[in-house]
């Protein structure tokens, strides 16, 4: 009940593109879902979140589409640009009073192409 | 300047031999977190602390350990008990009770030879 499954592995897209990456959760006390970059050799850095009393959240090129019916939630890139290029992570956990776990996806190379 | 470092960025260690990793944070986040990182394989939560002096096991625990003497500090030792220590190593802290947000260090990368 504890895991969050991320699709694809990899994406290619070429410039201007629209990214899309999937996740799916089980564990329905999930109620935060944010999304991670990361760059090789880096730490993640937070992206966007989103709690299930909206559906869509957007910041800038970034969008997460949520459906709690379905328990899953997907992050968009508009416009994909080169710079974009880097692994993104889902992740779920629990309300804040408590520890707020993170569980996460497995991963999602992105590759933007020219 | 404000942030999470962790020290040092590479670390090399001969199978049996215990070592250290650092994390230290000037945030002033209550809460902290140690997750593992392998190809394929997404993050693992090792242990994490919401408070000084308090500390729980995550999902990997196994061959770990960790002690929160202070708010900024939590450091990560990695036992010769770990079977399958080589890994990236990511050290992450959270304001606290009310607030969701994770915020990650750069990681320490470990190779045991």
């Known amino acids: 009940q504890q895991q969050v499954k991320q699709s694809p592995q990899s994406l290619i897209v070429q410039k201007g593109g629209i990214s899309i990456i999937n996740c799916a959760y089980e564990n329905t006390a999930f109620d935060y879902f944010p999304w991670y970059q990361q760059f090789p050799g880096k730490g993640p850095a937070l992206l966007i979140a989103?709690?299930?009393?909206?559906s869509e959240k957007k910041e800038g090129r970034f969008t997460i589409s949520f459906n709690k019916s379905a328990k899953q939630f997907s992050l968009h890139i508009m416009d994909s640009q080169p710079g974009d290029s880097a692994t993104y992570f889902c992740a779920a956990s629990r309300r804040a009073g408590t520890a707020s776990k993170l569980t996460f996806g497995t991963g999602t190379r992105l590759q933007v192409t020219l | 300047d404000g942030g999470i470092t962790q020290s040092p960025k590479y670390l090399f260690r001969k199978e049996g031999q215990n070592v250290t990793l650092s994390c230290e944070q000037n945030l002033n986040h209550d809460a902290m977190y140690w997750y593992r990182q392998d190809p394929g394989q997404g993050l693992r939560l090792i242990y994490y602390?919401?408070?000084?002096?308090?500390?729980q096991k995550g999902d990997i625990a196994e061959g770990y350990s960790v002690s929160r003497e202070k708010k900024e500090s939590f450091p990560l030792t990695v036992t010769s008990a770990q079977k399958n220590p080589t890994a990236f190593y990511l050290c992450?802290?959270?304001?606290?009770?009310?607030?969701?947000?994770?915020?990650f260090g750069p990681g320490t990368r470990l190779t045991v030879l």
């Open positions: 989103i709690r299930p009393d909206v």
């Open positions: 992450a802290t959270r304001l606290g009770t009310g607030y969701n947000e994770q915020f």
């Open positions: 602390s919401q408070i000084v002096n308090d500390f």
